[in-house]
């Protein structure tokens, strides 16, 4: 392998490790016994259920320590979020679907197919 061919392998793994683009459902319908983040259900607490979003990260492989961080980013994100949904009583959070892209182009391909 070449190194503009090892350089565009890199470039597109990281691009797709920062991807949290990949919507696996849209925002659900509530329903009367949707299930809390805890699992539970409450008749005080408005009832929520998760969209959930893919997140592609390199976790393994050259590039495992972007992959960690960019998860972690997108973590604390989804977390900020989840708390301004709920104070606004939206009804729904954010849930991540996470793949390990393993640094490799065609292993992120497979996974992007996977949460589609």
Do not use: Q
Request: proline letters at 7%; a negative charge.
């Amino acid at each position: 392998m070449g190194p503009l061919t090892a350089a565009v392998n890199l470039l597109a793994c990281a691009v797709s490790g920062m991807l949290l683009a990949t919507i696996l459902a849209a925002a659900p319908a509530l329903g009367e016994d949707a299930p809390l983040p805890s699992g539970g259900t409450d008749d005080t607490t408005p009832h929520m259920e998760p969209v959930r979003i893919g997140g592609l990260f390199p976790l393994t492989g050259i590039l495992d320590s972007a992959g960690a961080e960019g998860r972690v980013a997108v973590d604390l994100g989804i977390r900020d979020f989840n708390a301004y949904l709920a104070e606004r009583g939206a009804g729904w959070y954010l849930e991540m679907v996470v793949e390990d892209t393993a640094t490799d182009p065609a292993v992120a391909l497979e996974k992007i197919r996977k949460l589609h």
